[in-house]
């Protein structure tokens, strides 16, 4: 399971004949790699060519006959250059810290690869000597211990046996979704991994990452909605943006709900206590976030593959949450206080569904240090979705969730251009930040990325103010914002791997503002300035 929210406080073997036999299958049956009108390669040419790449640089990718990949994401530059992400198996059972991207030129040749782990793995075993159903137990204690008080209900263990890479050297564990359902119906969920041959706690993390036709909305005012006609009455459903339908969810906390449909193609009342306001607000954030991405990265969906989520209101009862969930692929949002101030804003919508797109790409581990830019990557881009919407009612700005007013006092929950206003987030890297909560951890990164798109100092932007600090006292001249989310995006998509922390995440943006701008350019050294003045060197 997993799920990520905002937070209101398959295998293709590697053999002997092995490495060649994966190569040679993947080349027989990859389509035909003929160029595009543009002479760049085709996505099967480009899997075709770091095919070739697995296969005469295994050794040196730490490749052996034990070992299978699968194609994750491919992306294929304007000028023919190649990017191809794997996921890992040893002997068949995923590695946790696996993945890697290999790097092509337009001709096909190999050039690198970034890697999320560079152990090389040799197991004397893969027979657990802790089994399943105690694994399944462990990580249900480890639910219960998280939520102390809560009589948890329902609560479902799933071991899965994994190699866990990433936390030194590579070791047999269970890796265990446990979910349940808490005393006011309400999820919890947390993925345990637990060392298979000890017993022992390895990691674990929150799956619940929570948020925490004329559509008249509660944050955004009137605004105009993709609708379908179906016989005589209309669906909230979008067939233009790859199938988008909200559903009401009516309190339940399961199941899909109702589709919601309307006679006039006139939803809601601008009111939070009007069932359809909040269909209004969620369909509209949907719609808003797909064209953001299609817009300003060409990309045709969270998993770039014309498909949309879908969405679900009216969760629970008066229920402060909102979350993505990659199992339903769907988002989920909760009422609110009082049942009548669904946390339905831009930006929240932007921040949930991004989390599927770091998914989809990086899969930035949702702990330490990854888990802090996972959690600031969706911070970023819903940032950039509310500023890309240019909504009058609901305009742009580097405060996140001002609107659903969590806090009861009108305040933010985060802002970004000096991240410590919150109480508890960092606005500067050091060697403690990876111990941090990860939404007090991404301050570091949202910081960079206001100081890389603003620059430092007082200014006001869209009526707010901001006065944004520097560690060492410098003074940092922003490039826009637009440049910025180029950057970031990038480096996610590019080079960010399930592992990259703050020191990762500084070279694969440096080498991103190079393939985008140059390397020496103003926005290459922006980029270095930014990271500096948040003291990650």
Known sequence: MSRI???????????????????????????SPAAVADNRPTRAGAIENAASALLEHAAS??????????????????DGT???????????LPVLGGDFVVHLAPNGAYRSADKATRTKISLASITPLISAPKAADLAANALRAVNLGETLKKLTARPELIVDALHGAPKLAWRTSVAAKDSLGNPVSRTVITDARTGSQIDAW?????????????????????TTLSGSTYQLYDTTRGGHKTYNLNNATSGTGTLMTDSDDVWGTGSGSNTQTAGADAAYGAQETWDFYKNTFGRSGIKNDGVAAYSRVHYSSAYVNAFWDDDCFCMTYGDGSGGTHALTSLDVAGHEMSHGLTAATAGLKYSRESGGLNEA??????????????????????????????NGDGTPLRYMDK???????????????????????????????????????????????????????????????????????????????????????????????????????????????????????
Do not use: C, M
């Open 206 to 226: 929150d799956d619940i990452e929570t948020a925490t036709g004329d559509g008249k909305s509660l944050y955004s005012g009137t605004v105009p909605l993709e």
């Open 377 to 406: 990557t969706s911070d970023i881009f819903g940032t950039s979705v509310e500023f890309f919407a240019n909504n009058s009612s609901d305009v742009g700005d580097y405060l996140i969730g001002e609107k659903i007013d969590i």
């Open 61 to 78: 990718l730490g490749l052996t006959s034990a070992e299978g990949t699968s194609v994750r994401n491919v992306i294929v530059d304007k």
């Open 419 to 537: 991240p410590s206003k919150d109480g508890g987030s960092a606005d500067y890297w050091s060697r403690n930040v990876g111990r941090l909560d990860v939404h007090y951890s991404s301050g570091v990164a949202n910081h960079f990325f206001y100081l890389l798109s603003e620059g430092s100092g007082a200014k006001t932007i869209n009526g707010v103010s901001y006065n944004s600090p520097t560690y060492d006292g410098s003074t940092v001249t922003g490039i826009g914002r637009d440049k910025a989310d180029q950057i970031w995006y990038r480096a996610l998509s590019t080079y960010f791997t399930s592992s990259t922390n703050y020191a990762g995440a500084r070279t694969g943006t440096l080498q991103a503002a190079s393939d985008l701008y140059g390397a020496g350019s103003a926005e290459y050294n922006a980029v270095a300035a930014a990271w500096k003045a948040v003291n990650v060197n």
């Open 5 to 31: 929210r905002i937070d209101v406080r398959g295998s293709r073997r590697l053999a002997t004949a092995g490495v060649a036999a994966t190569a040679a299958t993947l080349l027989a049956t990859a389509l």
């Open 82 to 92: 190649q990017h191809v992400r794997y996921d890992r198996t040893y002997h068949q």
